[in-house]
């Protein structure tokens, strides 16, 4: 079946060091991938998106690598910061223009 | 430029009645989506509007409607108001085939 799923739920890391947050999908056809970052209270706010001929983009602090082999993608923050800490849902985008999200994975910085 | 915002924040409702949301999307945008987000779960889709016509549905029951109007504005609507329908609502928009960008997210409770 379809799915976009994420290995770990939850995510603690220590101020300043790098974060990876990580996303499973299973349906070959997606072809559009984004991240969203959400803070309690608020809506899903656009970090960084990727189409399936990339493996990699860039953005500030941010980094999302795509590996179409395992159907995987993952989200890097550099330097994460005490702001960062929110929700992280990655969304599959099919072509038609309907996103199916995951659960999400809490991150948590340490001071 | 504003974002995409949404009205009310907050509701309140019993079981049976009946509730309407309203979004206004960013400027530029024509294309409407609208998602529930239930607590501690990822946005699920209900539909997307488009030159004013439904363009795409998730899977919901026909309780909930919608619209759009020649602004691009939308509307959700949703009848006989059930517990389970207590979550956030969002609205995206985007200018198609581009990123959705979301809304600040309508809380409704039904009791």
């Known amino acids: 079946g379809e799915s976009v799923g994420l290995h770990l739920p939850t995510l603690s890391v220590q101020e300043g060091d790098n974060s990876i947050i990580n996303c499973a999908y299973s349906n070959s056809a997606s072809d559009y991938f984004i991240w969203y970052k959400q803070e309690s209270g608020k809506g899903p706010q656009f970090i960084i998106d990727?189409?399936?001929?990339?493996d990699k983009r860039q953005g500030q602090r941010v980094t999302v690598l795509l590996n179409k082999t395992v159907k995987h993608l993952s989200l890097q923050i550099a330097a994460t910061q005490p702001g960062d800490s929110a929700v992280y849902f990655c969304a599959e985008n099919k072509g038609d223009e309907k996103l199916t999200f995951g659960t999400g994975t809490r991150l948590t910085i340490i001071p | 430029d504003a974002g995409v915002t949404q009205s009310p924040t907050h509701l309140i409702k019993t079981r049976g009645q009946q509730v309407t949301l309203r979004c206004s999307p960013k400027s530029g945008h024509d294309t409407v989506s609208w998602y529930q987000q239930a607590l501690g779960q990822g946005p699920q889709f209900i539909f997307q509007?488009?030159?004013?016509?439904?363009?795409q549905r998730g899977n919901f029951p026909d309780r909930f409607s919608g619209h759009q109007f020649p602004n691009y504005s939308s509307e959700l609507n949703v009848n006989a108001l059930l517990l389970g329908d207590s979550a956030l609502y969002l609205c995206?928009?985007?200018?198609?085939?581009?990123?959705?960008?979301f809304g600040p997210g309508t809380r409704l409770t039904v009791l």
């Open positions: 990727i189409r399936s001929n990339m």
């Open positions: 509007y488009y030159e004013e016509e439904e363009r």
């Open positions: 995206a928009s985007s200018s198609e085939p581009d990123t959705q960008y």
